[in-house]
């Protein structure tokens, strides 16, 4: 018989011997791991390391090839669509629709997570205040100054209250006062319970995470708090720590 | 024969360069220099100005006043020429996709009317790494390897001067310091490089550096000139509650600002009265345990931040 995890509500992300192989290549390569209820955890890895896959089927968006993962409560193996609806996510790379205005990106965000219009109307103004952003409500996302677009697309990534938000590369090429400011929203997102999974290439934001796991070919080589960590590899710094274990890597990134 | 005695002048001027967009100003009266063998970095934000910039000096389009010359030629009027003694590896990836690895580079060789063989000292260190792959589509390439094919093809002519838009951007650390040490050995041979990154860490990898934001040049140094002319003291603080911290450090009104730097947190400090013991005094109070404040030299980003608030 399959063996099942036993549902913890402290534990918002579960994983156990999580694997995804396409073809021989095994991109995920039986990773386990746990995230607690308001932690921020950071995801680090080299290019190719299989960060990617690994927070594809976390999402709900990649079926595992072997193991197990819960999230928010659910199977990522059989219960997507309910993981989808208790996730957020966000992405340097995709976060917010250009053409469309400040509230009507939110709109369609909260319509999506099935919000009541009064429960987003009463939201968005909450928001626009709280962002100080009451002056570009009317605005095209796309006439937002970069650091603006970040700050909302994080917003509205956690819009619909989920249990836990996945963040990709959430402040690539942001400038730096705007980068500290967006990891003071994560702090604050995490002091209402919200719990963080990240992925980041600067190595001073992988200091503000509670703990970091570090993956090289497909395995976590690495999980702890940055302090342990730098203890373990008699390290200065995280990005130390990093070049210590990402220099191991074997395999050509896929 | 070359139109221009080359030695006497620099790889790349620019004189007033400024570039609107509609009623957005990408840049504001730019004015640089760059030295023949000189790895120059163009650092900032997106949205800055960085890859404007980069489209004039390449000449793939026109500023709408202010002058600008590479090589000695001038980028509107000798804009063939410069064509053809530049290299240009552009922030998004835009090799072919459909072509292999080989077939890419050869393309690139033959448009510049040359051979991979007669420059293949110039890029072996760098396409040997792909060699393996050379019958593999560009498409199908890592995001790592296909930064080294742009670069082998932004190579192949031998360009005298190499520009590089974010190189780096969203490639992990590890494979970052790799790409810096192409590009020193690239200097020694007697390549100019001008390099755009949003990672302020990389500076300091850079002969001299400009810092750019909202299409103005903030500074431009060698990155020790830049970081001996910040103004105040800068301590790294750190206690058992960061997150308090920060926001204790900030109620202070004797510290100019504070930021989260990693594990400590960084505060400028320009009054007198302010020493590292009353502070640590002042925190004590508070309620803070495990305090320790030292006194560092600051980062260009500490620079940048500082700059850019004026």
Known sequence: MEKTIQHNSNKVIIAENLTKKFGNFKAVDKISFEVERGEIFGFLGANGAGKTTAMRMLCGLSIPTGGKGLVAGYDIGTQTELVKKNIGYMSQKFSLYDDLKVWENIELFGGIYGMTDQEIKEKTDKLMHVLDFESERNKLVGSLPLGFKQKLAFSVSIFHNPQVVFLDEPTGGVDPITRRQFWELIYDATSRGITVFVTTHYMDEAEYCNRVSVMVDGKIEALDSPKNLKKQFNANSMDEVFQQLARKAKRVDS | ?310
């Open chain 2, 1 to 310: 024969m070359d139109k221009k005695n080359i030695q006497s002048e620099s790889a790349i001027s620019c004189k007033s360069i400024n570039k609107k967009y509609d009623t957005i100003e990408a840049l504001k009266g730019v004015n640089f220099e760059v030295d023949r063998g000189e790895i120059f970095g163009i650092i900032g934000p997106d949205g800055a100005g960085k890859t404007t910039l980069f489209r004039i000096l390449t000449t793939l389009i026109l500023a709408d006043s202010g002058t600008a010359s590479v090589d000695g030629f001038d980028v509107v009027t000798d804009y063939k020429e410069i064509r053809k003694r530049v290299g240009y590896m552009p922030g998004k990836f835009s090799l072919y996709q459909d072509l292999t690895v080989e077939e890419n580079l050869n393309f690139f060789a033959t448009v510049f009317n040359t051979t991979i063989e007669e420059n293949y000292e110039l890029i072996k260190d760098i396409y040997q790494q792909i060699e393996p792959f050379k019958n593999r589509r560009a498409g199908k390439l890592s995001g790592g390897m296909k930064q080294k094919l742009a670069l082998s093809c932004a190579l192949i002519h031998k360009p005298s001067v190499l520009f590089l838009d974010e190189p780096t951007t969203g490639v992990d650390p590890v494979s970052r310091k790799e790409f810096w040490g192409m590009l020193k050995n690239l200097k020694t041979q007697g390549i100019t490089i001008l390099v755009s990154t949003p990672y302020m860490d990389e500076a300091s990898l850079c002969d001299r550096i400009a810092l750019i934001q909202n299409g103005q040049f903030l500074k431009i140094d060698t990155p020790k000139n830049i970081v001996s002319q910040y103004e105040n003291k800068l301590w790294a603080v750190q206690s058992d509650n960061m997150y308090k911290l920060l926001n204790d450090l900030r109620a202070n009104e004797l510290t100019s600002n504070c930021f989260a730097f990693g594990d400590k947190h960084h505060v400028s400090v320009s009054s007198e009265q302010l020493s590292i013991n009353s502070l640590k005094e002042i925190l004590d109070k508070s309620g803070h345990t495990n305090i320790e404040i030292r006194e560092i030299e600051p980062t260009i980003e500490d620079c940048f931040m500082q700059l850019s608030q004026k």
